[in-house]
T-cell receptor, first 114, second 116 residues
């Protein structure tokens, strides 16, 4: 199983809402990532978890709150988002800590903030 | 920091003709390089990766790439394009993170269009 599963596929939320994005993998990978991709742009790294601990936060606003409850799951909690946060949010996983290891991506959650 | 530059934002080819998508990298040491493909409204799929074991790397769907250190290039090629190859292609360089995991830095992408 080389799959990373993200739910939901689409999400529309108001600026006062609280929602969560979920990501799951069963490849035994101990590094998991959140990327944000705006239309017609490459993905940009938001967070990295290594062995269920947050290792990288790329200066992401606090209205985005990641959580890694176990080695298979990664969540992204959303609160008080702005319309400019509308984007495709991609989850990925990889082995740790080998060089040249590829990341496996989910299909993404298309988020629209209204 | 390592980086990659994709030289063409759009490439258009006819079905059955060769594909060339260009990528140059900047790195002070032996880089970890990848090509990913993204079809519309989809996630990213790995096409191939450079592991330093061989300079010519074969990937899925008939794609291959050649690592040329003297030219700092990692161009993606395919002998014969198929309509299903139409997608966005990203050249990617990977940095190992001290806390574990890897940071992928993406090029700006090349949109491949395949015409009948």
């Amino acid at each position: 199983d080389t799959e990373v599963t993200q739910t939901p596929k689409h999400l529309v939320m108001g600026m006062t809402n609280k929602k969560s994005l979920k990501c799951e993998q069963h490849m035994g990978h101990r590094a998991m990532y959140w990327y944000k991709q705006k239309a017609k742009k490459p993905p940009e790294l938001m967070f990295v978890y290594s062995y269920e601990k947050l290792s990288i936060n790329e200066s992401v606003p606090s209205r985005f709150s990641p959580e890694c409850p176990n080695s298979s799951l990664l969540n992204l909690h959303l609160h008080a988002l702005q319309p400019e946060d509308s984007a495709l949010y991609l989850c990925a996983s990889s082995q740790v800590p080998q060089k040249n290891t590829e990341a496996f991506f989910g299909q993404g959650t298309r988020l629209t903030v209204v | 920091a390592q980086s990659v530059t994709q030289l063409d934002s759009h490439v258009s080819v006819s079905e059955g003709t060769p594909v060339l998508l260009r990528c140059n990298y900047s790195s002070s040491y032996s880089p970890s390089l990848f090509w990913y493909v993204q079809h519309p409204n989809k996630g990213l799929q790995l096409l191939l990766k450079y592991t330093s074991a061989a300079t010519l790397v074969k990937g899925i769907n008939g794609f291959e790439a050649e690592f040329k250190k003297s030219e700092t290039s990692f161009h993606l090629t395919k002998p014969s394009a198929h309509m299903s190859d139409a997608a966005e292609y990203f050249c990617v360089v990977s940095d190992r993170l001290t806390g574990g995991g890897n940071k992928l830095t993406f090029g700006t992408g090349t949109q491949l269009k395949v015409e009948l």
